[in-house]
């Protein structure tokens, strides 16, 4: 959410996908839509998937350049909606072949784990972003998308990132210094654990919006910075 944010308020026109049932993204949102678009992510995700109507689910939110593809727990079954389909893993690249040139950046936000979302993902995608928390169970998480995305022919960049992390905790820090070798992917930028970070679900408005200058939305820019900075060379 924020570094789709931080796109948008870079003047890139961006689409954040929410593709978690949870609808984590869509809730923090939902107040930035028009109250006539309420209950919009409960339209045919399969006429959808299948380039049907696009445009209404399209969203513009209260924030310039941020638009969003809205998501909710009535579409949990979203892999079993894709595997009754041809060319099941191809559905969500073929979607946003048809939103060319409406946008300059799609952001996906997906659920953890792999599975037919995490190939059409994989499909879609020039950059696979995976965060994770310095323990040891989110390292194997990492290892295993490192790993699916090997055994594709084609597959798309992959970068990591250390969220929630705090420097005074031992194991953090030893998280961090050990396991850079393992992983390299593993981005030097990392988001630190901060109560603004768990006020913007209160507030339900984006740090890297609220409190551009604090030291989290901070952390944002140069993460997004540090995905940028390559896709421009």
Not at 77 to 104: I, Y
Not at 212 to 232: E, G, I, K
């Amino acid at each position: 959410l924020n570094l789709a944010m931080l796109s948008a308020l870079q003047g890139r026109r961006t689409l954040l996908f929410d593709l978690d049932p949870q609808g984590a993204a869509t809730w923090m949102l939902d107040g930035g839509l028009p109250q006539t678009h309420a209950g919009a992510h409960k339209t045919d995700m399969k006429r959808m998937l299948k380039g049907k109507d696009l445009d209404a689910r399209l969203f513009d939110t209260s924030y310039k350049n941020l638009t969003l593809w809205p998501n909710g727990p009535e579409h949990a079954d979203l892999s079993l909606e894709l595997a009754e389909m041809k060319h099941s893993t191809e559905r969500l690249a073929r979607l946003l072949e048809r939103l060319e040139g409406q946008f300059d950046e799609v952001v996906l936000d997906c659920p953890p784990g792999l599975g037919l979302v995490a190939d059409n993902v994989f499909e879609a995608t020039h950059d696979v972003l995976v965060p994770l928390i310095p323990a040891p169970l989110s390292l194997r998480a990492a290892l295993q998308v490192r790993d699916a995305l090997a055994a594709r022919p084609k597959a798309p960049r992959m970068s990591a990132f250390l969220s929630m992390v705090d420097r005074r905790r031992g194991l953090h820090r030893q998280f961090v210094e050990e396991h850079g070798a393992e992983l390299p992917e593993l981005l030097p930028e990392w988001i630190p654990a901060s109560s603004e970070i768990e006020r913007q679900t209160v507030s339900r408005v984006p740090v890297t919006y609220s409190q551009p200058r604090s030291d989290a939305a901070q952390a944002y820019y140069r993460l997004w910075r540090a995905l940028h900075v390559p896709l421009a060379d």
